[in-house]
């Protein structure tokens, strides 16, 4: 392939998409969304140069493009739109709104996951692409359970929150496109680095750790006090989650697209031994020093028969508990077990997770982010 037409790469995974794929060489057209194309250039050159420090080399520059997935044709000017023309390029489709609900009333996720995919198959087809990689989401599944295949989409599934139904219909549609080679992606729940814990974003398994330093705080705990966490968890414990490291899921997608002779295929960027709800509650007593969290199992009991604290648990959590309180089906990983024999190997220890819940501890998780991001750990 002559170029990668990146989108996302100022969010979480594509920030090391763009890293992996300048690392391997590869040319990169990335697109930002920017006042301008001055503004465009700052934001993706800030994220470039931190690819470059991390990696502690000179990397081939990408080239950058202001544009908006919300307009027709992303808003490229027109001589914009002939560079895309003039090479033999893919699309790596990244960018994507992770708000679970529109609550804010502003069509998100809806706008950007589905619309802004429609904006950005037209013009891949426009341009004469013939090659489309999507990084969709392994919970396109919906409430099924069992086991999820690599060639499961649409099985009558439900959904409870609008980002993951909304991850289903731009699926559906760039599946509908025609494309010569598609590829799609389908990360499990994404978390931070595997070295660093580093992380932009804070879902999932981040809010039951966010909500115990509340019950930490509220305890009165000092830090290294072990104090008594009064919740029960109407669960059995044995509960599947998905957490798998964005550099693991960065490096298994830049490696596939770069295998040009593999056939199209879908690829479930699961680990095939995923947590469970008592191993991430043992990093999480271990980490705050916590005692007293007991599993019960269901159903849950009544709201007047909830103590204090398990009242304000599930009120924190409601928006997010039909999923991470939940338990995950079994994702087929044949299709990348196929490509990268070594996904296999892949693990998420009780270190890992330390790790993971001190970065976002020491980021207050994410009420940082006036702060530069740091590099992108290598």
């Known amino acids: 392939m002559d170029y990668v037409l990146l989108t996302g790469c100022t969010g979480l995974i594509g920030r090391y998409l763009l890293r992996d794929l300048l690392v391997a060489d590869v040319p990169v057209v990335s697109v930002a969304r920017a006042a ?47 560079k895309l023309g003039l090479g ?32 950005l198959v037209e013009l891949a087809r426009d341009a004469g692409m013939d090659e489309f990689h999507y990084v969709s989401t392994a919970y396109v599944c919906g409430d099924r359970q069992g086991i999820i295949y690599e060639t499961d989409l649409e099985a009558g599934q439900r959904f409870d929150s609008d980002y993951e139904h909304s991850k289903f219909m731009a699926e559906r549609l760039v599946r509908a496109a025609g494309f010569r080679k598609l590829n799609v992606f389908r990360p499990g729940s994404v978390t931070g680095d595997r070295v660093t ?49 964005v550099d ?60 204090e604290i398990e009242a304000l648990f599930y009120e924190a959590t409601a928006r997010a508990e039909h999923r991470y309180c939940g338990s995950d089906p079994e994702f087929d990983c044949t299709n990348t077990l196929r490509a990268l024999p070594e996904w296999r190997d892949l693990r998420v220890d009780p270190e890992y997770l330390h790790r993971t819940i001190d970065f976002a501890v020491r980021n207050r998780f994410g009420r940082t982010r006036k702060r530069k991001p740091s590099a992108v750990p290598a």
């Not at 000179?58 to 000017?77: E, V």
């Not at 709104?97 to 589905?114: A, K, L, M, Y």
């Not at 490696?255 to 043992?282: G, S």
Request: charged share 20%; net charge positive.
């Open 197 to 245: 814990g580093e992380t932009l974003t804070y879902h999932g398994f981040y809010l039951f750790a966010q909500f115990t330093q509340f019950a930490q705080q509220r305890a009165g705990a000092a830090p290294g006090e072990r104090w008594h966490h009064p919740l029960r968890l109407f669960q059995t414990g044995m509960e599947r989650h998905h957490l798998v490291p």
């Open 36 to 82: 301008d194309e001055a503004s465009a250039r700052r934001r993706l050159d800030s994220v470039f140069q931190a690819c470059q420090q991390s990696v502690g080399r000179k990397l081939r520059q990408p080239t950058y493009l202001c544009g908006n997935l919300h307009q027709p044709g992303l808003g490229l000017s027109r001589a914009s739109r002939r």
């Open 88 to 119: 033999r390029g893919c699309v790596l489709h990244n960018a994507g709104n992770v708000s679970f609900h529109n609550i804010r009333g502003d069509g998100e996720p809806w706008q950007t996951n589905v619309e802004g995919t429609r904006n």
């Open 248 to 307: 693991a899921v960065s490096s298994a997608i830049a490696r596939i697209v770069r295998q040009e002779d593999l056939p199209a295929a879908t690829y479930h960027v699961t680990p095939l031994k995923p947590c469970t709800t008592a191993e991430l509650d043992a990093a999480m007593a271990r980490y705050f020093g916590y005692y007293g969290l007991t599993f019960v199992g269901p159903p849950r009991p009544p709201a007047a028969e909830l103590n």
